[in-house]
């Protein structure tokens, strides 16, 4: 029996269309239009599945109109910019990766959003460029390449290239795990991109991979960021690998000193940190020549030091004593060389002038050579700045043969900077003097002692009467620190003071010291110092050869009565090397012949409009021209007086005028006053007149009992009527009976006056002898006129 089965028309044709036609799922179809999401830091490529982090209020309607969608589909761009929130078409680049959205999860105000890279976009149609943006995409969908020797050598070389990566970090295995449970090795285009997305490369390179839609080309691409990749895990592996060895080198020596330390206990070799502090304080005290009263002191330190235990604070304290007391050169003293004619030679070489100074030095060290030693003695060199204070002192240890060591006192306000700080006080510290010995290492040093007349005082005591007992000789052999509370000899010790005046120094710690006054350079002296030793220096300071400069003797000469007027030679130095730094910069940016010759011409391109101008001492009725002394050396003073009306007498004084200068004017007036038949003045004439005397320039105080002949002389001149001889300056103090007194500073005024081609001085008879000590040059060419009474001045005047 057959059965016999019919079909419908109808069914047949489905069953046709069935086999004709394949059915398409509608989530396979890729959007023709595109929601856009902005990425910061890399592009995303197609193979790849990440999660994102999105801010919530900024792109939450973007997600959920994608997750609305049938296709469930968005594309990501990498941006230009670093700020998203702010994101603009322009900001956009051109290429991106179309991905699906599997997972949407929020938590307060961020979206985290899992998706998966799908293929290639091209943002041909900015459909609407604020969020949510949308745009028309052209699709570069992922196709299969037929096998090629070019293609498979450059497949192989990023395989090769991956598996010598994955070695040197760990990472690079789990994410290459990942892409081989999706996709094989015989898909070049995700292995370019997977390959790619392992580099750290810069996210500009990172997106021209990309946009790199040709394989061959991707692959070239691909495989450079590859090897710099390889380069920097490579030299990351090498650093790592010499810090492990490093760390494994020092466990094994700290492991082998922990062995062995048990080992010595075992042996009963073991010392304790205090045995061997206590060995090498005992080794130092074996050069060492100790009194009887140290020797005592440092063995009863040493027995409670032995029983004190290493974690204590006294046993710190103890400690530090200890160290301090064994590392100070007791009875260890350098042998002094004196040499005369070597200590002169010395002398010579270091400094231009200062013959006296000079002189002085070398007697001391003659003493000393007949004596057998130079026993201990304090220098006190005064003088304005810059004058070679400081350096004269290097010199003289350098004579000697001696260690030198220099700190300033100027601004010390505690008494302990010199006699040191009690045991007591934690962080205390021996004085000054006793660091300097342990600097040092001899107990017979030069040191030097800078600005003692800027010594401070203060509720913590009165350095300058601690300083006493430092410098006083018949004290200083038994020195006695605060804080070693033993006594040290300093006798042998030769102590350098420097001051700019006297008249701060107390005078009971003054009278310790052998006074050497350093004056004043003249012009001649500092020209020879500048040629000798400041440019020299200065050219060595900034690296200029000595054949790349000219400057010339006339040149400096302009400089120093220009410029630099002052005593000392320190600003002279600042200016030539002003000008050798100048000089050094027109040669490197003009690429100027050598050499650069410095002329009178030039002179103001350099250093600018002179300081000084030439002076000229005012000339006229009432006026006469003083010396003065100051601390930058000497000056000259033009005194004006003059009649204001005949209505009633009177004295006016200004020029910001010192007490003691007051003084001198008044008693120079009423001198005047009682004296009018012998000077020939008009009989009413200080009954009537009131008188103005004033000292230029009024910006600058002044004080001082030298110019009471000058005061008077002008106020002789307005009296009578008449000019004194020009070309006279004077200097003295006046007394009521008319009696010229001495001045000091007699170098320095006489050098001021020849500065402005003043020849005629009128000194004081007292100071006769200060003169004649002057060296000839600087005697030469003047007239001076001695004088005790002020009849004398007056007849030579007038």
């Keep these: 029996m057959t ?34 999401l902005p990425l910061v830091n890399r592009p995303f490529f ?51 990766t179309a991905c699906r959205i599997h997972r949407v999860s929020q938590s307060d105000d961020k979206l985290q959003i899992m998706v998966e890279g799908l293929q290639r976009f091209h943002a041909d149609e900015w459909v609407k460029n604020s ?150 304080f005992k080794k130092r005290l074996n050069d060492l020549v100790l009194s009887e009263e140290v020797q005592k002191v440092i063995d009863d330190e040493f027995e409670k030091f032995s029983v004190l235990e290493s974690g204590s604070a006294e046993y710190g304290v103890s400690r530090n004593y200890l160290d301090w007391l064994t590392l100070l050169p007791w009875g260890k003293f350098s042998t002094d060389k004196l040499d005369i004619k070597k200590a002169r030679k010395i002398l010579d070489r270091d400094h231009e002038g200062l013959k006296e100074v000079k002189d002085r ?75 300097a010995l342990k600097s040092v290492g001899t107990a017979n040093p030069v040191i030097m002692l800078d600005e003692i007349d800027k010594v401070g005082v203060s509720y913590h005591g009165d350095p300058a009467s601690s300083l006493l007992e430092v410098l006083d000789p018949e004290q200083n052999v038994d020195f006695l620190d605060h804080y070693l509370d033993v006594r040290f000899d ?128 005012l000339s006229g009725i009432g006026v006469v021209t ?3 002394w100051t601390a930058m050396g000497g000056a000259t003073l033009s005194i004006e007086s003059a009649c204001i009306h005949r209505n009633g007498w009177g004295l006016k004084l200004t020029g910001q005028l010192g007490d003691v200068m007051k003084e001198s004017a008044e008693i120079a007036y009423n001198y005047l006053v009682s004296q009018t038949e012998l000077f020939n003045i008009e009989k009413d004439f200080f009954t009537q007149a009131f008188i103005h005397l004033h000292v230029p320039a009024g910006a600058t105080p002044k004080d001082g009992p030298s110019a009471g002949i000058t005061m008077a002389s002008a106020l002789l001149s307005l009296a009578r009527n ?27 005024k006489i050098i001021a006056a020849r500065r402005i081609n003043i020849k005629k001085l009128i000194l004081p008879h007292a100071n006769r002898r200060d003169f004649e000590e002057l060296p000839d040059y600087i005697r030469h060419g003047l007239t001076v006129h001695f004088v005790k009474h002020y009849t004398e001045v007056e007849q030579i005047l007038f």
């Design 3 to 36: 059965t016999e089965t019919t079909t419908s028309p109808a069914t047949t044709i489905e069953n046709n269309e069935e086999q004709n036609a394949t059915l398409v799922n509608l989530k396979d179809v890729m959007p023709t239009i595109l929601h856009i």
């Design 46 to 96: 197609p193979g790849q599945a990440i999660p994102l982090i999105m801010d919530a209020n900024l792109w939450k309607e973007t997600i959920d109109e994608v997750i609305n969608s049938e296709q469930k589909m968005l594309g990501l761009v990498l941006l230009r910019s670093e700020n998203p929130n702010e994101a603009k078409e322009k900001d956009f680049y051109e290429m991106g």
């Design 131 to 280: 969020r949510p943006f949308l745009v028309k995409p052209q699709y570069f969908p992922e196709t299969r390449y037929d096998e090629n020797q070019d293609l498979k050598a450059y497949v192989l070389a990023v395989v090769n290239t991956i598996k010598e990566l994955l070695p040197l970090n760990p990472l690079y295995g789990e994410e290459l795990k990942y892409f081989l449970e999706r996709f094989g090795p015989d898909n070049p285009s995700h292995l370019a991109d997977f390959a790619a997305s392992l580099t750290t490369s810069k996210k500009e390179q990172l997106q021209e991979v990309l946009e790199t839609v040709p394989i061959m080309n991707r692959l070239e691409k691909v495989l450079i960021l590859l090897n710099e990749e390889l380069q920097t895990a490579q030299t990351q592996a090498h650093i790592r690998k010499q810090v492990e060895e490093r760390m494994e080198k020092q466990q094994r020596e700290f492991f082998l000193r922990e062995q062995l330390k048990t080992i010595q206990k075992e042996l009963g070799l073991e010392k304790d940190d205090r045995t061997a502090e206590l060995e090498k």
């Design 361 to 435: 030095i070398v007697e001391f060290i003659g003493i000393g050579k007949l004596k057998g030693s130079v026993g201990g003695t304090i220098l006190l060199l005064v003088g304005p700045p810059g004058v070679g204070k400081t350096s004269i002192g290097k010199s003289i240890a350098n004579a000697l043969g001696r260690q030198f060591f220099r700190f300033s006192v100027g601004g010390i306000r505690d008494e302990a900077e010199i006699k040191g700080h009690r045991r007591t006080y934690i962080g205390a510290m021996p004085g000054k003097f006793v660091q």
């Design 490 to 617: 300093l006798s042998k010790v030769l102590f350098i003071c420097t001051a700019n005046q006297l008249d701060t120094i107390p005078s009971p710690l003054l009278d310790r010291m052998e006074l050497i006054q350093l004056s004043g350079y003249l012009t001649s002296e500092k020209l020879q110092i500048a040629k000798k030793h400041l440019v020299r220096r200065q050219l060595d300071k900034n690296g200029v050869k000595k054949t790349d400069l000219k400057l010339s003797d006339n040149v400096i000469c302009h400089i120093i009565e220009q410029y630099a007027r002052e005593a000392g030679v320190r600003n002279l130095e600042k200016l030539i090397g002003t000008i050798i730094r100048k000089a050094a910069i027109k040669m490197l940016e003009d690429e100027h012949k050598t050499p650069i010759q410095i002329t009178l011409k030039n002179l103001n391109s350099y250093l600018g409009k002179p300081i000084f101008e030439n002076e000229q001492p």
């Design 626 to 628: 003083g010396l003065a």
């Design 722 to 748: 008449k000019r004194i001889e020009e070309g006279f300056a004077m200097t003295g103090e006046l007394t009521l009976t008319g009696e010229v007194l001495p001045i000091g500073g007699v170098r320095e």
